[in-house]
């Protein structure tokens, strides 16, 4: 591969349960220090889970200027700006980028949830007789709803801010793909480099939900109950896991050219090496068995030139849910069995659209430090989970090459090889 086409991640930006910057993120993990507990920002109804990974110490006017900017950010946009801005920091930038023509930001989304008591007024300004009155919508609520409203939850406006706010003017995109969306994300920048198109681009992804909304619709999903033990409630591959745990979190890496990185001196944290996605067909929306991960695996580790002997580790998607963990630690095992496999969202749970991206700046830092972090909560093997769960204690990192994993119940998984510098 010519010189040029290299990419390397110089800068590493996060806003998670278990820390806000790479460092606070790295104790914790080292420390084994869950992001799980009950919930602070509302109550859920009765019957719902109670609890979830809040940020609790996250200000967005530490990291959003101008302020009056935040009258349109929701909680999704802050946390991407926040994380995109502790990147910039992190990868030693100027304040402005050199060629703004050759800058980029692709980020992972949601479907962003609106704030019930956001609309209230204006389906109150259409009931009638107690009930609510749709030919009342037009000429009554309009007035109650704020002008910028839908500005505010847009998937494409976390990615867009962040363009604003560092001046870039190269390829910039949204990758809405459920939890696969950061990890494309990340994959469709390295692309973006690879092919000469840009020499630096922010990628990753934000995501809350930690939502009134979502927390209703949570009857819809497989979700723990595990109420007396939250901090336990997430085990991904642990025979008695009981569902996901929703938690809310933004990453954001900067990728360089290593011609670019070389030629300002930055701080190189890690070498992306290959980037893979695969699909699987659901007839009758039938579940997915595990085989687009086996192909992005495969893919994968083609593209790097690697075998499967050569990972010191792999990054696992690691649901907790009981179909999920089983479909992707059989495809491990089919495919690079004797791996050290650590799952992050035992920290932090299912973070959405950032779930990928927040769990590979794990795996940026194991590379730095030469450490595995341990899955939480794993203490009971599975067999119908056969791979090598890193559990209690860090383990020494063998080889400096970590696969990332991430798949979605629509049939779509990607795979990413990263190295170190």
Known sequence: MHPRHEVVITGLGL??????????????LLEGRSGVERLSLFEPLDGLPSFGAEIRDFDPKQYVRPRKSLKVMCRDIQLA????????TDAQLPAQPPD?????VILGADMIQCEPEELAPAFAACMEDGRFEFRHWGQRAMPEIFPLWMLKYLPNMPACHVGIIRDARGPTNTILLGEV???AAIGEAFRTIQRGAADLMLAGGASSRIHPVIYVRSPLWEVSRRIQQPEAACRPFDRDRDGLVNGEGAAVFVLESAEHARARAAPVRARIVAYAEA??????????????IEKAIQLALQRAGLSPSELGHINAHGMSTRHDDRIEAQA?????PDVPVTAPKSYFGYLGAASAAVELAASVLALEHRLIPATLNYQTPD?????????DMPRPLAAPVALKLSH???GQAAALVLASP
Do not use: K, M, N, Y
């Open 408 to 410: 979605a119940w629509t």
């Open 332 to 336: 491990i095992h089919r495919t690079v």
């Open 279 to 292: 699909f699987e067909p659901r007839p009758d929306r039938s579940p997915p068995t595990g085989q687009a």
């Open 15 to 28: 806003v998670s349960p278990i820390g806000i910057g790479r460092e606070p993120f790295w104790r914790s």
């Open 383 to 391: 067999p119908e989970c056969p791979v090598q769960v890193v559990a």
């Open 181 to 183: 969306s950061s990890l």
């Open 81 to 88: 700006v926040a994380a995109a801005e502790l990147a910039w």
């Open 100 to 104: 703004p023509e050759r800058l980029g």
